[in-house]
C-alpha cells in the first residue's frame, strides 16, 4: 500500500512564502524592465470609439435690430421665413396711449351730442336698436383692451383691439349722422375728431421692414453682438455665456432678430486643458443635440489651448430652425477615430496643449505637441501638431520622465 501525502502547517507556509516570492520577482522584474528601458514602446495603429460630452452656446449668423416703442403689434409668426423688405410689426410711440385716449374722449363728446339730438327728434326719445348692438359692441372691446392694458392678455394684442374699436367708434358715429335731419349740426365736432385720428394715424403708428432676408425670431439674449464672429470667440467668453445664457431685454423697447444664413451655424464650447476627451481640428463628427431630434454632422474648425480649458468651434450646415430660440444646448459627440494610438500615461499637458516624448534621430526623445482625434478612456490617437512632423508606426515614444518612478 502506497504512501500518502498529509499536508502540514508547514507545508502551507513554505506555499505561500514561494507565492509572495514570485509576485515580487515579477513586480521587480517588470519595474527593473522599464528602467532599462525607459518606457519605451512603438507607435501602432488603433482604432477607437469616443464620446465627447458638453454644455455648447449656438452661434448664429443673425442681426439683432431695436426699436424704440411703447406698444407693438407682430405681424409675423416666430421662425418665419422672410425677404428683405417684408413688414414685420407695427410700433406706437410712448405717447399712443395718451393719444388714443384724447380721441376716445373726443368720440364720447360726439356721441353724446348725437344722442340728444336722435334722442329729441325720434318719438319717446328712444335709441334705435342699431345704435344700441353698436353701444354693446363698443362696450365688450373696450373692456378688452383694459385687460390688455394691464397685462391680462400680450401685449400685441392691445393694438389690434384698439384698430377694432376705432372701426366701431366711427361705424357709430356715421350711422348716427345719418340719422340727422340736419348733419351740419355737428359738422365742426366731426372736423375737429378727424383731424385728431389723422394726426395719430400719421404721427403714432410706424410699421418696421424687415432689412434682411432669413428667419424672423422675437428672441433674445443680448449676446448677438459678441457672437457676430467666431473667429474672437474665447474661453472666458463662452464659458461667461454657457453659466448665464439669458439676458433681460429692455423692455422699454421692440427687438427682433433676423437669421441671415439659414443653413450655417456654429457650436462652440469649452473641455477642461487637462482632458483627454478631445476632438481635431478639420476633423468631421456626427453628434446628437438633447431635446432636438436626429443626428447632425459638424466639422471642427477652431481650437484654442489655454490652461483654464481648451475651446472648440464646430461648424454645422444645416437647418437652424429648431435651434432658433435656443442659446445653450447640450450635446454628444461620437467619433471612431483611427491612427497611431499612445497610451495616456504616456501624454502629458502644458497650457492645454497635450504632448508625448518621441525618440528622435540622435536617440534622443524630445517633447512633440500633438493632436488627440479620439480617446476610450485608456488610449488616444495622436497626430503631430507640426505640419513638419511624421509620426509613423513603430516609432519609439517614452512615457514623459516626470511620470516615472523615482
Not at 512603438?42 to 482604432?47: I, Q, S
Not at 354693446?136 to 373692456?143: F, L, N, Y
Not at 383691439?161 to 358715429?173: A, D, K, T
Amino acid at each position: 500500500m502506497g504512501r500518502t501525502f498529509k499536508a502540514n502547517r508547514r507545508f502551507y507556509l513554505l506555499l505561500f512564502i514561494s507565492i509572495v516570492l514570485l509576485v515580487l520577482f515579477v513586480v521587480g522584474a517588470v519595474y527593473l524592465l522599464r528602467k532599462v528601458t525607459g518606457n519605451v514602446r512603438r507607435l501602432d495603429m488603433m482604432t477607437i470609439y469616443s464620446e465627447v460630452e458638453s454644455d455648447a452656446v449656438v452661434v448664429r449668423n443673425e442681426r439683432l435690430i431695436t426699436e424704440t416703442a411703447s406698444e407693438s403689434r407682430i405681424l409675423l409668426n416666430e421662425g418665419a421665413l422672410v425677404q428683405e423688405g417684408d413688414a414685420v410689426a407695427v410700433l406706437y410711440p410712448y405717447s399712443y396711449e395718451s393719444s388714443l385716449a384724447e380721441i376716445c374722449n373726443k368720440e364720447l363728446e360726439v356721441y353724446t351730442h348725437l344722442e340728444s339730438l336722435i334722442r329729441t327728434a325720434s318719438t319717446g326719445g328712444v335709441l334705435p336698436e342699431s345704435i344700441e348692438q353698436y353701444n354693446q359692441t363698443i362696450e365688450a372691446t373696450a373692456a378688452r383692451m383694459r385687460q390688455a392694458s394691464i397685462g391680462k392678455t400680450r401685449t400685441s394684442e392691445y393694438a389690434a383691439v384698439e384698430e377694432q374699436l376705432i372701426r366701431l367708434l366711427e361705424g357709430r358715429r356715421n350711422l348716427m349722422v345719418s340719422l340727422l335731419a340736419d348733419p351740419s349740426m355737428v359738422a365742426a365736432e366731426l372736423s375737429e375728431l378727424d383731424t385728431m385720428k389723422q394726426n395719430f394715424e400719421t404721427n403714432s403708428a410706424k410699421t418696421i421692414y424687415s432689412e434682411y432676408n432669413g428667419y424672423v425670431s422675437f428672441y433674445s439674449d443680448a449676446n448677438e453682438e459678441n457672437l457676430r464672429d467666431v473667429s474672437q470667440l474665447t474661453v472666458p467668453l463662452v464659458k461667461r455665456i454657457l453659466n448665464s445664457p439669458s439676458i433681460s431685454m429692455d423692455n422699454e423697447n421692440f427687438y427682433y432678430r433676423i437669421v441671415t444664413d439659414r443653413s450655417n451655424w456654429y457650436l462652440a464650447f469649452v473641455i477642461s486643458g487637462t482632458s483627454e476627451q478631445r476632438l481635431m481640428p478639420g476633423l468631421s463628427y456626427s453628434f446628437t443635440i438633447k431635446g432636438v431630434s436626429g443626428a447632425y454632422q459638424g466639422t471642427i474648425i477652431t481650437e484654442k489651448d489655454t490652461a483654464s480649458g481648451v475651446l472648440y468651434v464646430m461648424q454645422i450646415q444645416a437647418d437652424v430652425r429648431p435651434l432658433l430660440t435656443t442659446r445653450v444646448v447640450e450635446i454628444s459627440v461620437q467619433n471612431n477615430a483611427t491612427g497611431l494610438y499612445v497610451p495616456l500615461d504616456y501624454v502629458q499637458y502644458s497650457d492645454g496643449v497635450p504632448y508625448i516624448y518621441v525618440k528622435a534621430t540622435d536617440g534622443s526623445y524630445q517633447k512633440i505637441a500633438v493632436y488627440i482625434a479620439g480617446s476610450d478612456g485608456e488610449n488616444a490617437i495622436v497626430s503631430a501638431r507640426d505640419s513638419t512632423i511624421t509620426l509613423f508606426a513603430g516609432l519609439k515614444v517614452r512615457i514623459p520622465p516626470e511620470q516615472e518612478d523615482d
